[in-house]
T-cell receptor, first 115, second 110 residues
Framework: NAGVMQNPRHLVRRRGQEARLRCSPM?????VYWYRQLPEEGLKFMVY????????ESGMPKERFSAEFPKEGPSILRIQQVVRGDSAAYFC?????????????FGSGTRLTVV | DAKTTQPPSMDCAEGRAANLPCNHS???????VYWYRQIHSQGPQYIIH???NNETNEMASLIITEDRKSSTLILPHATLRDTAVYYC???????????FGQGTRLTINP
C-alpha cells in the first residue's frame, strides 16, 4: 500500500511564475490536508479538502493560493505569481475519516524555492 | 482544541528510554492526545494516539494520567535515528485538523 505521494519533491520557480504541487492520498483515503513549513518554523495548516469540496481553508493566504481535490486525480495546491516568501516545504496528509480517532499520514513534501 | 505545553528540547543517551512529557491541562473528555515526530526536514510521522487508556505500539508507549491533564511519550530504547522534533497534539471530536505547536527537539547522544 503506497503512502501519500507528493510531487515534485523539489520545485524551483522564478518570481511571478506559477507553482503546482500535487498530492495523491493513500488508497481509500478521501480526506486531504495541506500544511506549509517555512524555513526554521513550525507546520502551519493551510487547507482541508474532501473529494470535490473545500471543507476548511482558514489557513490559506487570501490571494494567489488555491487548492482542489477533483473526483479523479490528485489534489493540487496552486500558487500563482510566486514570491520569495513562498519558499517553503509544503506537506500533504491524508486520512480515511475526518474524526478525531483517525490520524493523518503525511507525504514527504515538496520543497519550493522561488528565485 | 486544548493547548499543549512541551519542553523545547531534551537529550537522551542512546539505548536508554526517552520520556517526553506533555501538559494539556485544559483537555476535555472527548479530546485525543496525538504524538507525531519530524525527523530533520522529512514529513511528519505518526507515532501513537490515545483517549484515556495507556497505549503501546511497535514504536512507543503513551502514558496518560488519570486526570488526563498530562501525558508522557516513551521511546523504550532510543537510537540515533530517533533524533527529531516530537509534537504532542490534542484533537477534539469533530476537529478536522491537527494543529502543530513548537514541539520538543529530542537529541539522542551516542
Amino acid at each position: 500500500n503506497a503512502g501519500v505521494m507528493q510531487n515534485p519533491r523539489h520545485l524551483v520557480r522564478r518570481r511571478g511564475q506559477e507553482a503546482r504541487l500535487r498530492c495523491s492520498p493513500m488508497k481509500g483515503h478521501s480526506h486531504v490536508y495541506w500544511y506549509r513549513q517555512l524555513p526554521e518554523e513550525g507546520l502551519k495548516f493551510m487547507v482541508y479538502l474532501q473529494k470535490e469540496n473545500i471543507i476548511d481553508e482558514s489557513g490559506m493566504p487570501k490571494e494567489r493560493f488555491s487548492a482542489e481535490f477533483p473526483k479523479e486525480g490528485p489534489s493540487i495546491l496552486r500558487i500563482q505569481q510566486v514570491v520569495r516568501g513562498d519558499s517553503a516545504a509544503y506537506f500533504c496528509a491524508s486520512s480515511p475519516e475526518a474524526d478525531a480517532n483517525y490520524g493523518y499520514t503525511f507525504g514527504s513534501g515538496t520543497r519550493l524555492t522561488v528565485v | 482544541d486544548a493547548k499543549t505545553t512541551q519542553p523545547p528540547s531534551m537529550d537522551c543517551a542512546e539505548g536508554r528510554a526517552a520520556n517526553l512529557p506533555c501538559n494539556h491541562s485544559t483537555i476535555s473528555g472527548n479530546e485525543y492526545v496525538y504524538w507525531y515526530r519530524q525527523i530533520h526536514s522529512q514529513g511528519p510521522q505518526y507515532i501513537i494516539h490515545g483517549l484515556k487508556n495507556n497505549e503501546t505500539n511497535e514504536m512507543a508507549s503513551l502514558i496518560i494520567t488519570e486526570d488526563r491533564k498530562s501525558s508522557t511519550l516513551i521511546l523504550p530504547h532510543a537510537t540515533l535515528r530517533d533524533t527529531a522534533v516530537y509534537y504532542c497534539i490534542v484533537r477534539g471530536w469533530g476537529a478536522q485538523k491537527l494543529v502543530f505547536g513548537q514541539g520538543t527537539r529530542l537529541t539522542i547522544n551516542p
